[in-house]
C-alpha cells in the first residue's frame, strides 16, 4: 500500500480509506463481523479509518471503537457531527453547543482520548462559520481532535471558512469530503481547483455511486441490491445508460466494474484518499484486489468520453443542496416585485 499525505498536515494515509456507514443496524448488524471486516482492512495495509456519529445512531462509532483495541496508535481516525442524534433541535448542526457535546460523546464511544481528524458532516446555514471554526479550534488546543475537514461544502464556503480562519486567526479546515465517481464529477469543476489551491486533503465517498459501479444494477435487469428500492438515483435512466456504456470498457480493460471505479477516483491529483463502504468480508476482498489498477490514459480518455469532465450524470439522493434549491422564497421576489414596470 502507497502512502499520500493528507493535504498539507503531515499526516500520511493510504488511498482507500475505510469507511464504517454499513457497521450496525444499517448495514451489518453483527458486530464480530464488522471487527473482522475492520482487520482484515487494516491488515491489508489500510490506515485510514472515517466513521460518523450518526452512522447507525453511534453504533458504527462503537464497533469501530472496539476494532481499534490495540492498535489505535496505528491509524488515522476520522469522525463526523452534524445530522440529528435525537428529536432535540439542539442536538445537531455545527453550533458551539452542539460539537463540544458531541465530541465528548463521540470519543466515548470511539473509546480513545483524541480524534485525528473531526469534520462537520454538511454546512449549517443557521451557523455562522466562525462560531464553528472557533469552537473546532479549541478542541485542536486541548488535545481532543489533530485536525478539521468539512464535508459536501460548495466551493464558495471552503473559500469563506479559509478566509474566516485567517482573518480570525482561527484553525482551518484541513480537508473537504464530497462525492466523486465516475458518474458524479462536478466536484472536478471547482472544489477539487479550490482543495487544491488551500492546500487541503480530499477523501471522496461514493467512488462506485452507491453501487451502481458494482455491475448489480443494470438497465433493464433485476437487482438484488437493497437499496434500490428506496433512491431514486438507482433507476436513473441516464446513469444506467453511462453504466452500460461503462461495462464493456472495463471487459475490454480485463477489469471488473468496482476496480475501474476505484482506480479512476484515486487518479486525480486532487484526490488524497477514496472512501470504501463493504458491509460483507466478500465486498471487501474484491475491493483489495484491486489495489494495484492504474489506469492508463487511454481508458481515462474513453471515460471521459462516456462521461465529461465536471459534469454530474443525475443527482444523489443524499447530496447537499444550498438553501437556495431547498427554498423557492430564496429563488423568488415577492410577487408584486417581480415585473419589470
Known amino acids: 500500500m502507497q502512502y499520500r499525505t493528507l ?10 480509506a475505510l469507511g464504517a456507514m454499513m457497521f450496525g443496524a444499517i448495514g451489518n448488524p453483527d458486530h464480530d463481523d464488522s471487527i473482522r471486516i475492520i482487520h482484515k482492512a ?3 495495509g489500510i490506515n485510514f479509518v472515517d ?3 450518526a452512522y447507525a445512531h453511534g453504533e458504527s462509532e462503537q464497533i469501530v471503537g472496539k476494532a481499534l483495541k490495540g492498535r489505535r496508535d496505528d491509524i488515522v481516525l476520522a469522525t463526523k457531527l452534524h ?4 428529536d432535540d433541535p439542539n442536538r445537531r ?3 458551539r453547543r452542539w460539537i463540544m457535546t458531541a465530541v465528548e460523546n463521540s470519543l466515548r464511544r470511539l473509546q480513545t482520548d483524541h480524534i485525528d481528524l473531526y469534520q462537520i458532516h454538511r454546512p449549517d446555514p443557521d451557523t455562522d462559520i466562525e462560531e464553528t471554526l472557533s469552537a473546532l479550534s479549541d478542541l485542536i488546543h486541548s488535545g481532543k481532535v489533530r485536525a478539521i475537514g468539512s464535508s459536501t461544502m460548495p466551493a464558495s464556503d471552503i473559500v469563506e471558512a479559509q478566509w474566516v480562519a485567517e482573518r480570525r486567526g482561527l484553525e482551518r479546515f484541513r480537508t473537504e469530503q464530497p462525492t466523486y465517481s465516475i458518474l458524479n464529477r462536478g466536484i472536478e469543476t471547482e472544489v477539487l481547483p479550490v482543495t487544491q489551491r488551500y492546500g487541503m486533503g480530499t477523501m471522496v465517498w461514493s467512488p462506485l455511486a452507491q453501487g451502481m459501479l458494482t455491475g448489480r444494477i443494470r438497465k433493464g435487469r433485476p437487482t438484488d441490491l437493497r437499496r434500490a428500492a428506496y433512491f431514486k438515483h438507482l433507476s436513473d435512466e441516464r446513469r444506467l445508460d453511462a453504466v452500460e456504456q461503462l461495462i464493456p470498457l472495463a471487459d475490454k480493460a480485463g477489469l471488473p466494474l ?6 479512476f477516483a484515486i487518479a486525480h491529483p486532487g484526490v488524497t484518499s477514496a472512501i470504501i463502504g463493504p458491509r460483507t468480508m466478500e465486498q471487501l476482498d474484491d475491493l483489495l484486489a484491486g489495489v494495484d489498477v492504474t489506469l ?3 481508458i481515462l480518455d474513453q471515460i471521459d468520453e462516456i462521461v465529461p469532465p465536471g459534469t454530474d450524470v443525475g443527482t444523489l439522493d443524499m447530496a447537499y443542496l444550498p ?4 427554498h423557492s422564497r430564496l429563488r423568488r421576489r415577492p410577487v408584486n416585485e417581480r415585473a419589470a414596470a
Open 93 to 95: 448542526g455545527n453550533s
Open 296 to 298: 492508463t490514459d487511454e
Open 42 to 44: 487494516l491488515d491489508a
Open 323 to 326: 438553501p437556495a434549491l431547498q
Open 51 to 53: 466513521t460518523a456519529d
Open 83 to 86: 445530522l440529528p442524534m435525537g
Open 258 to 263: 468496482t476496480h475501474l471505479a476505484m482506480a
Open 7 to 16: 493535504g498539507r498536515t503531515g499526516i500520511k494515509v493510504s488511498p482507500y
